[in-house]
C-alpha cells in the first residue's frame, strides 16, 4: 500500500528555488510539503555557489544602500549583458522581470540576516553587480526563514514522475528512500525546483543528485524544453586525483573574476593555444570559449596524459601567488590554501615548483531547460518550476551571479503563483492506473536478472555525453550517436540488480537515474544536430559560426513517436 | 599529473545494517586497491561499483560543503569526501542508532 499525502502546493527539490518558493507560498496560506532526493541543506548545487548573486549597480546603490554601487548601471544595461552573453535568444520578458525584483529580493535575504562581503564585478558584466556571500550562507538565512512559516519538509524521497489529469498536473510520485515505499502526493499545484542535470556529464561541478530528473519529468507529463543544447562547462577544473576531480580551484584562480591571476594554457607542444582562439583576451576570454578550446585541443591528440591541458603560473614570481591568497573576495580560498574542504596546499607547491598542473572543462552548469510564461507557470496547468531547472532567461549563455539571483526571484513568484492557483484548483482525483503503471515500470530492475549493471550504464551514458555532446560538438558524430542510443537504452532495459533491497539501494536509485539521464542526452543530442551553428555555449566544429537565421530557440517535446524539436522565434 | 603511494591493497572494514533484512549490525571487509590518491568516499563508491551495489552511504557536494557525508573512520568523525585514506580503515555510521542503511543516517 502507497502512503499518500495531500497538500495545496508540493515543492519538489529543497533548495535555493525550492526553499524560496516554500516560503512564498507558505506566507500566502497554503499548505505546503517540501520533497527531497537527499537532505535538505546538504543537496543541491545551491550550498555550493561561491557565490554572487547579480543586482544591477544603480539598484546596488539605491535599494540595497551600499557605497559601491554605481549609478552609471542600469537595470536596462544590466538587460542588455544578459542579452549580449544569452547571443539574444532570452526570453527578454522572463529577463526583464527577474532583473526588476532581484534588488527586492536580495534587500529582503539582507533584512533575513544575509551577511555579505563586497560587490565584484565578473566577466561579461559591465559594472559590478555581484553581492557577494556564499552559498550555505544563502542556505541557512533561507532555512532559518523556512522556519518560521508552516509547512512539511520529507527527505530522502525520490520524485520519479508527475501525476496528471488531462494536462493538468496534480501531484507526483516518489520512492521513499528510508522504506522502499512509494509515496503519492496529492497537491493542487506542484513546483519543480530540481536543479540541473551535471551528473550526465563524468566530470562535474555540481552535486550527485543532479541527474536532470524534472526535465524528465517534466517532459513525460507533457511540458516543453527549450535550448536544452546549451550546456555551460566550467573549463579550468582539476581532472584528478580522484577527490578533486571537478574542483573549480584552477578556475578561481586564473579566470573568475576580474582581479584574477594570469595564468597561462598549454598543449602538450607547449603552445599557448588560446593565441589562435582570441588573441585579444587569451586566458581571459569567456567560460564557452575556453571550454571549446580545451576541448579541440583534446580532441586532436593534443592534450596531457589524462585529457586535460596544461595551466600553467610559471611566469608569475613566486609571492604573487602568495600574496593573492590573502586579497580575493569571492573565493573559498582562505590563506592556509583550504579551498571549499580541501587542502591545496600540495597544489600551491606544484605551481610554486614552476609546473604546471592538468585541468580540463567541467559539467558546470544547464543553461537551457522548462519552458515558462511570467508567472513561472509551465505549458501544464497546475505545474509551475523554478531556478535552474528553468531555461530561458540565460538564453544561449549565463552570465556570473545570474544563477543565484534567479533562485531567489523565480523561486518567489513560483511559490506565490502556485498557492494562488492552488486556491482556485479542484482538487482532483488521481487515476489509480496511471500510479500502478508508473510503480510496475520502477520496481521492473528489482525482479530482473540483467546482465548490465546500473553502474556500467551511468558510466556509458556519461562518457557518450562527453564525447558527443560536450564541449564541441560535430554534426557527423551528433548523428551516429543518435543511432547508437537504442543500443545504450536497450542496456539500460537490461540491466538489473545485484541488490535487491528495497530500502536505500543505491543500484535502484541509480537505474531510476539513468531513466532520466537518457531522455536528457537524447534531447542535447537531438537539439545540437539540429542547431546548425555556434552560439553561446553551444560549439559545432562544422559550423563555427554564429548564424542570423539561428536566432531562434529550440523548443523539445515527447510526443507519442518520440522527442521533437522545432524551432520558435524568440520571446520579445 | 600527482602521483601518491604505491601499487597496494587496503582493508575496508564496514559496520553493515539494514532494517530491512532485520539482522544486527555486522562488519563485512573488503579489499581495495590503493593506487592512487583517494577519499573514503571514492573508496565506498568503489565498493558500491565493483564489489557491492547494495553498500549505502550518502554524499552529494563532494568537497566538504554540505556535511551530508559524516562518518565514523578509525573511531574519528570525518567527513567522507576530502578524508584521504592512506592504510586500512574502519567505517562506520555516524550515529549507530540512527541508521537508515549501512552508513545512511537520519
Ligand atoms: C560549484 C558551483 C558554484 C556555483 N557558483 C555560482 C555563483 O557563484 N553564482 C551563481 O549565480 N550561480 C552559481 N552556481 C549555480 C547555482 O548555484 C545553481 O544554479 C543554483 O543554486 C541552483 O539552485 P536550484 O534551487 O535550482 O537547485 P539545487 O540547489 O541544485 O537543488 C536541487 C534540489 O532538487 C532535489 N532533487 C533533484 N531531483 C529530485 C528528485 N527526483 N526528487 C526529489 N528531489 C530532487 C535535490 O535533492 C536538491 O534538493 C554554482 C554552481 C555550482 C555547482
Ligand atoms: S559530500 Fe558534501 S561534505 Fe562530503
Same mark, same amino acid.
Given at each position: 500500500?502507497?502512503?499518500?499525502?495531500?497538500?495545496?502546493?508540493?515543492?519538489?527539490?529543497?533548495?535555493?528555488?525550492?526553499?524560496?518558493?516554500?516560503?512564498?507560498?507558505?506566507?500566502?496560506?497554503?499548505?505546503?510539503?517540501?520533497? /527531497?532526493?537527499?537532505?535538505?541543506?546538504?543537496?543541491?548545487?545551491?550550498?555550493?555557489?561561491?557565490?554572487?548573486?547579480?543586482?544591477?549597480?544603480?539598484?546596488?546603490?539605491?535599494?540595497?544602500?551600499?557605497?559601491?554601487?554605481?549609478?552609471?548601471?542600469?537595470?536596462?544595461?544590466?538587460?542588455?549583458?544578459?542579452l549580449r552573453a544569452g547571443k539574444f535568444i532570452n526570453n527578454?520578458?522572463?529577463?526583464?522581470?527577474?532583473?526588476?525584483?532581484?534588488?527586492?529580493?536580495?534587500?529582503?535575504?539582507?533584512?533575513?540576516?544575509?551577511?555579505?562581503?563586497?560587490?565584484?564585478?565578473?566577466?561579461?558584466?559591465?559594472?559590478?553587480?555581484?553581492?557577494?556571500?556564499?552559498?550555505?550562507?544563502?542556505?541557512?538565512?533561507?532555512?532559518?526563514?523556512?522556519?518560521?512559516?508552516?509547512?512539511?519538509?520529507?527527505?530522502?524521497?525520490?520524485?520519479?514522475?508527475?501525476?496528471?489529469?488531462?494536462?493538468?498536473?496534480?501531484?507526483?510520485?516518489?520512492?521513499?528512500?528510508?522504506?522502499?515505499?512509494?509515496?503519492?502526493?496529492?497537491?493542487?499545484?506542484?513546483?519543480?525546483?530540481?536543479?540541473?542535470?551535471?551528473?550526465l556529464?563524468?566530470?562535474?561541478?555540481?552535486?550527485?543528485?543532479?541527474?536532470?530528473?524534472?526535465?524528465?519529468?517534466?517532459?513525460?507529463?507533457?511540458?516543453r524544453l527549450v535550448d536544452f543544447e546549451m550546456i555551460q562547462f566550467?573549463?579550468?577544473?582539476?581532472?584528478?586525483?580522484?577527490?578533486?576531480?571537478?574542483?573549480?580551484?584552477?578556475?578561481?584562480?586564473?579566470?573568475?573574476?576580474?582581479?584574477?591571476?594570469?595564468?597561462?594554457?598549454?598543449?602538450?607542444?607547449?603552445?599557448?593555444?588560446?593565441?589562435r582562439w582570441d588573441?585579444?583576451?587569451?586566458?581571459?576570454?569567456t567560460r564557452d570559449k575556453?571550454s571549446a578550446a580545451i576541448g579541440y585541443?583534446?580532441k586532436h591528440?593534443?592534450?596531457?596524459?589524462?585529457?586535460?591541458?596544461?595551466?600553467?603560473?610559471?611566469?608569475?614570481?613566486?609571492?604573487?601567488?602568495?600574496?593573492?591568497?590573502?586579497?580575493?573576495?569571492?573565493?573559498?580560498?582562505?590563506?592556509?590554501?583550504?579551498?571549499?574542504?580541501?587542502?591545496?596546499?600540495?597544489?600551491?607547491?606544484?605551481?610554486?615548483?614552476?609546473?604546471?598542473?592538468?585541468?580540463?572543462p567541467?559539467c558546470?552548469?544547464f543553461v537551457g531547460g522548462?519552458d515558462?510564461?511570467?508567472?513561472?507557470?509551465?505549458?501544464?496547468?497546475?505545474?509551475?518550476?523554478?531556478?535552474?531547472?528553468?531555461g530561458g532567461?540565460h538564453g544561449a549563455n549565463r552570465?556570473?551571479?545570474?544563477?543565484?539571483?534567479?533562485?531567489?526571484?523565480?523561486?518567489?513568484?513560483?511559490?506565490?503563483?502556485?498557492?494562488?492557483?492552488?486556491?482556485?484548483?479542484?482538487?482532483?482525483?488521481?487515476?489509480?492506473?496511471?500510479?500502478?503503471?508508473?510503480?510496475?515500470?520502477?520496481?521492473?530492475?528489482?525482479?530482473?536478472?540483467?546482465?548490465?549493471?546500473?553502474?556500467?550504464?551511468?558510466?556509458?551514458?556519461?562518457?557518450r555525453a562527453w564525447g558527443k555532446v560536450g564541449p564541441i560538438r560535430d554534426g557527423q558524430e551528433l548523428e551516429g550517436a543518435l543511432a547508437s542510443l537504442?543500443?545504450?537504452?536497450?542496456?539500460?532495459?537490461?540491466?538489473?540488480? /545485484?541488490?535487491?533491497?528495497?530500502?536505500?539501494?543505491?543500484?535502484?536509485?541509480?537505474?531510476?537515474?539513468?531513466?532520466?539521464?537518457?531522455i536528457l542526452l537524447e534531447a542535447i543530442i537531438q537539439c545540437a544536430l539540429a542547431r546548425e551553428e555556434s552560439r553561446g555555449v553551444h560549439y559545432r566544429i562544422d559550423w563555427p559560426q554564429q548564424i542570423e537565421k539561428w536566432r531562434c530557440n529550440l523548443v523539445v517535446e515527447l510526443t507519442?513517436s518520440g522527442l521533437e524539436i522545432y524551432p520558435r522565434n524568440p520571446i520579445e | 599529473?600527482?602521483?601518491?603511494?604505491?601499487?597496494?591493497?587496503?582493508?575496508?572494514?564496514?559496520?553493515?545494517?539494514?532494517?530491512?533484512?532485520?539482522?544486527?549490525?555486522?562488519?563485512?571487509?573488503?579489499?581495495?586497491?590503493?593506487?592512487?590518491?583517494?577519499?573514503?568516499?571514492?573508496?565506498?563508491?568503489?565498493?558500491?561499483?565493483?564489489?557491492?551495489?547494495?553498500?549505502?552511504?550518502?554524499?552529494?557536494?563532494? %568537497?566538504?560543503?554540505?556535511?551530508? %557525508?559524516?562518518?565514523?573512520?578509525?573511531?574519528?568523525?570525518?567527513?567522507? %569526501?576530502?578524508?584521504?585514506?592512506?592504510?586500512?580503515?574502519?567505517?562506520?555510521?555516524?550515529?549507530?542508532?540512527?541508521?537508515?542503511?549501512?552508513?545512511?543516517?537520519?
Amino acid at each position: 500500500m502507497n502512503t499518500i499525502y495531500d497538500t495545496d502546493v508540493l515543492i519538489i527539490g529543497s533548495e535555493g528555488a525550492g526553499t524560496r518558493a516554500a516560503i512564498a507560498a507558505a506566507k500566502q496560506g497554503a499548505s505546503v510539503l517540501i520533497v /527531497t532526493k537527499g537532505r535538505i541543506g546538504k543537496s543541491g548545487a545551491t550550498l555550493m555557489a561561491a557565490a554572487d548573486i547579480s543586482v544591477d549597480g544603480a539598484s546596488i546603490f539605491d535599494v540595497l544602500g551600499l557605497s559601491v554601487g554605481n549609478s552609471k548601471d542600469s537595470p536596462q544595461i544590466f538587460l542588455e549583458d544578459i542579452l549580449r552573453a544569452g547571443k539574444f535568444i532570452n526570453n527578454l520578458p522572463l529577463a526583464e522581470k527577474i532583473v526588476e525584483a532581484a534588488p527586492i529580493r536580495v534587500k529582503e535575504m539582507m533584512a533575513w540576516g544575509m551577511k555579505i562581503r563586497g560587490v565584484m564585478q565578473c566577466p561579461g558584466h559591465r559594472y559590478p553587480r555581484g553581492v557577494s556571500t556564499t552559498g550555505r550562507e544563502i542556505v541557512r538565512v533561507l532555512n532559518k526563514q523556512l522556519r518560521s512559516v508552516d509547512l512539511t519538509v520529507k527527505e530522502y524521497t525520490f520524485v520519479i514522475d508527475l501525476l496528471t489529469t488531462g494536462n493538468s498536473v496534480i501531484g507526483a510520485i516518489g520512492l521513499d528512500l528510508r522504506t522502499g515505499e512509494f509515496a503519492v502526493f496529492r497537491a493542487r499545484a506542484v513546483i519543480l525546483a530540481t536543479g540541473g542535470g551535471s551528473m550526465l556529464y563524468p566530470i562535474q561541478t555540481g552535486a550527485v543528485e543532479l541527474t536532470g530528473d524534472g526535465y524528465a519529468m517534466a517532459l513525460r507529463a507533457g511540458a516543453r524544453l527549450v535550448d536544452f543544447e546549451m550546456i555551460q562547462f566550467m573549463p579550468l577544473c582539476l581532472i584528478g586525483p580522484l577527490p578533486y576531480r571537478g574542483s573549480y580551484f584552477p578556475f578561481s584562480l586564473v579566470a573568475e573574476s576580474v582581479d584574477s591571476l594570469d595564468g597561462w594554457l598549454l598543449n602538450r607542444r607547449g603552445e599557448r593555444f588560446m593565441r589562435r582562439w582570441d588573441p585579444e583576451l587569451l586566458e581571459k576570454t569567456t567560460r564557452d570559449k575556453l571550454s571549446a578550446a580545451i576541448g579541440y585541443e583534446v580532441k586532436h591528440g593534443r592534450g596531457t596524459p589524462n585529457g586535460g591541458i596544461y595551466l600553467s603560473l610559471a611566469h608569475l614570481p613566486r609571492n604573487i601567488l602568495d600574496d593573492f591568497a590573502n586579497r580575493t573576495l569571492k573565493l573559498h580560498l582562505k590563506k592556509n590554501w583550504r579551498f571549499e574542504g580541501f587542502d591545496f596546499s600540495f597544489i600551491r607547491d606544484i605551481l610554486s615548483r614552476g609546473e604546471a598542473l592538468e585541468v580540463g572543462p567541467a559539467c558546470h552548469f544547464f543553461v537551457g531547460g522548462i519552458d515558462v510564461d511570467l508567472d513561472c507557470q509551465t505549458s501544464l496547468p497546475g505545474l509551475f518550476a523554478a531556478g535552474e531547472v528553468v531555461g530561458g532567461l540565460h538564453g544561449a549563455n549565463r552570465l556570473s551571479g545570474n544563477a543565484c539571483m534567479e533562485i531567489l526571484v523565480a523561486g518567489e513568484m513560483a511559490g506565490r503563483k502556485a498557492a494562488e492557483y492552488a486556491k482556485q484548483a479542484n482538487g482532483s482525483v488521481v487515476d489509480q492506473s496511471q500510479i500502478d503503471e508508473i510503480v510496475t515500470e520502477a520496481q521492473a530492475p528489482l525482479e530482473r536478472k540483467g546482465s548490465h549493471t546500473t553502474f556500467m550504464v551511468k558510466k556509458k551514458i556519461q562518457e557518450r555525453a562527453w564525447g558527443k555532446v560536450g564541449p564541441i560538438r560535430d554534426g557527423q558524430e551528433l548523428e551516429g550517436a543518435l543511432a547508437s542510443l537504442k543500443e545504450l537504452t536497450h542496456e539500460h532495459h537490461q540491466s538489473g540488480l /545485484t541488490c535487491k533491497d528495497r530500502v536505500y539501494n543505491p543500484e535502484w536509485i541509480q537505474v531510476l537515474q539513468n531513466r532520466n539521464l537518457l531522455i536528457l542526452l537524447e534531447a542535447i543530442i537531438q537539439c545540437a544536430l539540429a542547431r546548425e551553428e555556434s552560439r553561446g555555449v553551444h560549439y559545432r566544429i562544422d559550423w563555427p559560426q554564429q548564424i542570423e537565421k539561428w536566432r531562434c530557440n529550440l523548443v523539445v517535446e515527447l510526443t507519442a513517436s518520440g522527442l521533437e524539436i522545432y524551432p520558435r522565434n524568440p520571446i520579445e | 599529473m600527482i602521483r601518491t603511494m604505491s601499487n597496494s591493497e587496503i582493508n575496508v572494514k564496514i559496520l553493515r545494517f539494514s532494517r530491512e533484512i532485520g539482522k544486527e549490525p555486522y562488519y563485512q571487509t573488503y579489499r581495495v586497491p590503493l593506487n592512487e590518491r583517494m577519499s573514503v568516499s571514492n573508496i565506498l563508491q568503489f565498493i558500491n561499483e565493483r564489489y557491492d551495489g547494495g553498500l549505502a552511504f550518502y554524499q552529494s557536494c563532494r %568537497c566538504g560543503l554540505c556535511k551530508g %557525508c559524516v562518518v565514523m573512520v578509525n573511531g574519528k568523525s570525518v567527513l567522507s %569526501c576530502t578524508k584521504i585514506v592512506t592504510g586500512d580503515i574502519v567505517v562506520e555510521p555516524r550515529d549507530r542508532k540512527k541508521v537508515i542503511k549501512d552508513l545512511v543516517g537520519y
